[in-house]
């Protein structure tokens, strides 16, 4: 026999001042462009506040301004001529509200990344397994922090109609630089590293997908993406994905999300994407 009781806790949370929220990717030989919303109250399922009354500068390291941001609506801001630069610093000035918010961030530089080659092989008992062998060199003077991310493009038959399908599969490896990093488990859908055991040779890593389809769905496509970030870049996307991985635990403590705006949250941050595509017959 099982009995049960039910008591209904009233949870009076303090309503506080919306804070500013940055969020943006700064891609390389890209425009700018920042998108800003405002915190909200956990119990309040209002659409997101999104910010259009801001003004956004940026301005190089020796602090000349290089232009204004232009409100495009919904909260996004994009540049009018500027275009990150690899290893290049820049100054971002937010105004909203009689307050004014400072990113500093530094692109990182470019580095070379070459896929040996591609192959079908057993892993861990599985057949289906399509694996990339690439190698990585950079810079030996700095701190180089990298990622790996796999999309995969299928066709799908449903019903009359043929769609097309988009996802971020999960990456598997037993690579020992792509595994000794404790926050890697955080994510399998995308593998953030560091050159601490490489830095200044060519290394080789092994990784790849599982990709076996349903009866009804066809691969055709891999397409694999090779990021270097900025240090608050590969800080900012970890502590993200171990938010993501603890979302569901009513058990674990509170993520705290490393962003690199003063006095506000989110983070504006660099990054260089190099992408492979892999066509299936």
């Not at 008591?7 to 700018?32: G, M, T």
């Not at 569901?248 to 992408?275: E, M, W």
Request: charged share 25%; glycine share 4%.
């Amino acid at each position: 026999m099982l009995f049960s009781c039910k008591k209904e806790i009233s949870v009076n949370i303090e309503e506080r001042p919306a804070s500013l929220v940055v969020n943006a990717d700064l891609f390389k030989d890209s425009l700018i462009e920042i998108d800003l919303s405002l915190t909200q109250n956990i119990v309040d399922n209002n659409p997101e506040k999104k910010v259009n009354d801001a003004v956004i500068e940026v301005f190089s390291k020796d602090s000349t301004i290089l232009d204004v941001l232009n409100p495009q609506g919904f909260g996004r801001y994009q540049s009018s001529v500027v275009r990150p630069k690899a290893g290049f610093e820049y100054l971002f000035r937010i105004c909203h509200q009689d307050k004014v918010y400072w990113v500093d961030e530094i692109m990182p530089d470019t580095f070379d990344a070459n896929i040996i080659d591609t192959s079908r092989v057993i892993f861990q008992g599985k057949s289906s397994f399509f694996q990339y062998r690439l190698d990585i060199k950079n810079d030996f003077f700095k701190d180089n922090f990298f990622s790996f991310r796999i999309k995969k493009i299928s066709q799908k038959v449903k019903g009359l109609d043929t769609i097309l399908v988009e996802e971020w599969c999960d990456i598997e490896t037993v690579d020992f630089i792509l595994t000794e990093n404790p926050e890697t488990r955080f994510s399998k859908k995308q593998l953030l590293f560091t050159d601490r055991y490489f830095r200044g040779v060519r290394q080789e890593f092994k990784f790849g997908i599982s990709i076996s389809d349903a009866v009804n769905q066809k691969t055709l496509k891999l397409v694999l993406y090779v990021t270097t970030h900025s240090k608050s870049g590969y800080n900012y996307y970890t502590s993200v994905n171990e938010h993501l991985f603890y979302q569901n635990d009513p058990f674990s403590q509170p993520t705290l999300l490393k962003g690199n705006v003063s006095n506000a949250y989110g983070a504006a941050v660099g990054q260089i994407t190099k992408r492979y595509e892999i066509n299936f017959k």
